[in-house]
């Protein structure tokens, strides 16, 4: 072969592998292109026999001619690959993109616990009444859970109160009805309270949970009677559960009021006229209640020859059940998202 022909056969082969790497479309491939000219066994090594029979003379020339083409090769290998990589990089960045003006996931706006949302109904419908809030403590002493309501220290009626003691003198409250006698003794006369919070008792099944919640009542002062009880009573109901809605008085027994009673309203689902919910009986139990007792105006230092009081306690778990249905007390503490959505 002529040196003259090397040449031609050298610019040939170049042109030929720029553009098959101009073809490549993945980086594997402009390799593969790159390695048949280029590599061992490559077509331009092949010229390197021809150029070895060459005379003399002819050698730099030739030597030149494939540095030449093998530069031209690498050169557009390169630059190729740049290209790749550029389109690659194009292709991740548009793939990836952030439609900022798509509308954002919503996260649900928060709502009141069931519990919390009937606990605010009911302490509105009283202070539409003129009572006050009161707060007392969840940790009581033995004194103002027991003692000063009227339960001695050996009293059955401690018994149906399944306490949980913390130590000889600490308890977790086991009703608010403690707050009556702090509030009787923070406060001058006449007293218009009622007192929501979380009370303990040992016990758990499908309609006691071990915590739960009350609003206690206390009204005291000059000329109270039982039927100012039983009004605020019936317009509670009747605010609470609707126009019509009657309550009964049945007699009871607590320590810490006397005459006492449970009080009961009509039954919401069936009007009184019977059903599953109310056992056929046509009303159902919301509250204890009663007069307060001589002896316990007597443990706040108030003169019970001449004031008078009532006082109530109702559950707002019962309360909540009945009205939404829920027939697991249970449910209102495991905070499943499922069943809190509902309400
Ligand atoms: N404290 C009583 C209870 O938890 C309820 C009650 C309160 C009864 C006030 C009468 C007066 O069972």
């Not at 206390?218 to 009880?229: K, R, W």
């Not at 056929?280 to 105006?297: F, H, K, S």
């Not at 778990?317 to 007390?329: C, P, S, Y």
Request: glycine content about 8%; charged content about 25%; some cysteine.
């Amino acid at each position: 072969m002529e040196v003259e022909q090397l040449e031609q056969r050298l610019e040939q082969l170049s042109a030929k592998a720029v553009d098959e790497l101009g073809e490549a479309d993945q980086k594997e491939e402009a390799i593969q292109v790159k390695n048949r000219y280029l590599g061992r066994s490559g077509s331009v090594q092949e010229l390197m026999a021809a150029l070895r029979e060459l005379p003399n003379e002819d050698k730099p020339k030739a030597g030149k001619a494939i540095n030449r083409a093998k530069s031209t090769i690498e050169d557009a290998f390169e630059s190729r690959l740049e290209q790749l990589e550029h389109q690659q990089l194009q292709r991740r960045l548009k793939e990836e993109t952030v439609d900022v003006t798509l509308p954002a996931r919503s996260s649900g706006a928060g709502l009141g616990h069931p519990l919390r949302q009937v606990e605010r109904r009911l302490i509105a419908i009283f202070e539409q009444m003129g009572f006050q809030v009161a707060e007392g403590p969840e940790i009581e002493t033995d004194y103002y859970n027991f003692e000063a309501l009227n339960f001695p220290p050996d009293h059955p009626a401690r018994d149906m109160q399944d306490t949980f003691v913390l130590t000889d003198d600490r308890l977790l409250r086991t009703h608010t009805s403690p707050v009556q006698v702090r509030t009787m003794e923070a406060y001058d006369l006449p007293i218009r309270i009622i007192s929501p919070g979380r009370v303990y008792r040992c016990d758990s099944d499908l309609t006691h949970s071990p915590v739960f919640h009350q609003i206690e009542g206390l009204l005291v002062g000059e000329g109270v009677t039982m039927s100012h009880l039983k009004g605020t009573l019936t317009t509670f109901a009747q605010r609470c559960f609707g126009e019509g809605t009657g309550i009964r008085f049945r007699p009871s027994y607590f320590p810490f009021t006397e005459p006492s009673a449970e009080v009961d309203v009509e039954c919401i689902f069936c009007e009184g006229e019977g059903c599953r919910v109310c056992s056929d009986t046509g009303w159902l139990e919301i509250l204890g209640a009663g007069m307060v007792d001589p002896n316990v105006l007597e443990h706040a230092d108030i003169d019970a020859g001449r004031y008078t009081g009532f006082a109530f306690g109702l559950g707002v778990e019962r309360i909540a059940m009945l009205e939404q249905g829920v027939g697991d007390i249970r449910r209102f503490f495991e905070n499943d998202q499922q069943f809190l959505a509902q309400f």
